[in-house]
């Protein structure tokens, strides 16, 4: 596919000289900062990084493909038909060529590269007291994992005095949400990935590190939202409304079943030209603008500020419109195929392990005459739809040691039977 994009290949090598770029003096050189990049291990698409400068003013920096690959051409357009990056232990596929994110787009340590930075200053509370934004030049000197991140939070050596300023910025900003009633729906996820060639079963907890990239991006997201609306910045918005009805979480409940209580009560979240309260934010506007690798949203939103910071003309409201309808209708492609290898991975999991019994928790009938329901499943910390063998008053919360008879692949059945 991508052997015939000649003209695209040729234009972003190009662009991408950065002395060339430095000395146009449109960009901030920013790559003398201690720059650190923290991401899972197996991760390609390295679009975040994040410095300080001085004691109280942070710089978040996301990839900014948008700076050299033209809306409208042909990689665009596969970007936009992909959504987004497709995950497969197997074999992922990337919404731009993985070699571009990889090598090219990506902030990889060592390298200098292109970036759209947020400039933010907060006082010792965590409060944002102003902000930003440059076209910038930076160099991450640090790659981190996420484990590697924790270690040195957790030590707090005096070499990495910059890491741990950083994050006790961020952790005040976020207590700062939580008093206003921000939601924190925290807890383990698992996911698949490779190992070798086997898959193995992996859990997500949300670490002192995880929670400061994760603020770090919703803290980008916010403020880019806020400097468009002031701005008049055509982008999409993400916004969210009151929830759609009224939710009670008990402390006897598990964790788990008093997160889907909340998420069930929640209103969807929607993507529009027009900047509205995001609810369970708490945020008076938002946006998606930290994943311009691997979301279209994103990489349209960066194009409409490059060109705002150009002094280019914006594209129109009703050309982001179709953009986004375009992406919706392609996001649920999307979302169809990463649930489809997600079951497979799972199914493929279970078949492989030979496990019989596994401890669940009941979350919610999908089709009661047909047994076919939804269970938590406690070790995997994963939501799996199964099939009872037969009929059980069964609800929400219900904690049951079950017995897996029969994996149907045609099908796509998982077969139980209820011990206890």
Not at 202 to 212: C, D, F, G
Not at 225 to 243: D, G, H, L, V, W
Not at 258 to 270: G, P, R, V
Not at 325 to 337: G, S, V
Request: hydrophobic residues 40%.
């Amino acid at each position: 596919m991508y052997k015939e994009l000649k003209g695209d290949h040729q234009y972003l090598y190009d662009k991408f000289n950065i002395e060339k770029l430095i000395s146009t003096r449109k960009y901030v050189d920013l790559r003398e900062l201690k720059t650190y990049t923290i991401d899972d291990d197996e991760t390609i698409e390295i679009d975040d990084a994040i410095s300080i400068e001085g004691t109280d003013v942070i710089w978040i920096h996301i990839a900014c493909p948008s700076e050299s690959i033209p809306i409208n051409g042909e990689l665009a357009e596969q970007a936009l038909k992909k959504a987004c990056t497709i995950y497969n232990f197997k074999d992922s596929v990337y919404m731009f060529p993985k070699e571009f994110s990889e090598n090219i787009l990506g902030l990889r340590k060592g390298k200098a590269s292109i970036a759209l930075s947020l400039k933010v200053t907060f006082t010792e509370l965590g409060k944002v007291v102003d902000y930003d934004i440059h076209r910038s030049i930076i160099q991450p000197n640090y790659k981190l994992t996420y484990e590697e991140a924790d270690e040195i939070l957790d030590y707090q050596p005096r070499e990495e005095k910059e890491l741990v300023l950083i994050h006790r910025l961020f952790k005040a900003h976020q207590n700062n949400r939580i008093k206003n009633e921000t939601l924190i729906i925290d807890e383990p996820s698992g996911y698949f990935k490779k190992c070798g060639k086997d898959l193995i079963l992996a859990v997500r907890n949300k670490t002192e590190s995880r929670n400061l990239i994760s603020e770090a991006m919703i803290i980008y997201n916010s403020l880019i939202a806020k400097y468009c609306r002031k701005n008049k910045i055509i982008i999409p918005f993400r916004s969210q409304s009151i929830p759609i009805k009224n939710y009670i979480i008990r402390d006897e409940f598990h964790l788990h079943i008093n997160n889907y209580i909340i998420k069930q009560s929640l209103a969807k979240a929607i993507t529009s030209v027009t900047a509205k309260e995001h609810y369970s934010l708490f945020l008076e506007e938002y946006t998606l603008a930290t994943s311009p690798l691997r979301r279209y949203l994103d990489f349209l939103t960066h194009h409409q500020i490059i060109s705002f910071l150009n002094q280019g003309d914006q594209f129109t409201r009703d050309y982001i419109n179709t953009k986004i309808d375009r992406y919706n209708i392609n996001f649920k492609n999307y979302l169809t195929i990463s649930r489809s290898i997600k079951r497979t991975n799972i199914i493929n999991w279970f078949l492989a392990k030979k496990e019989i019994q596994h401890q669940i928790i009941f979350l919610k009938w999908l089709n009661k005459n047909l047994n076919i329901c939804l269970l938590y499943f406690e070790h995997l910390f994963m939501d799996v739809v199964c099939k009872i063998d037969k009929q059980y008053d069964l609800n929400l919360g219900d904690s049951q040691i079950i017995r897996i008879i029969n994996i149907d692949r045609v099908k796509d059945e998982i077969l139980i039977s209820i011990i206890s």
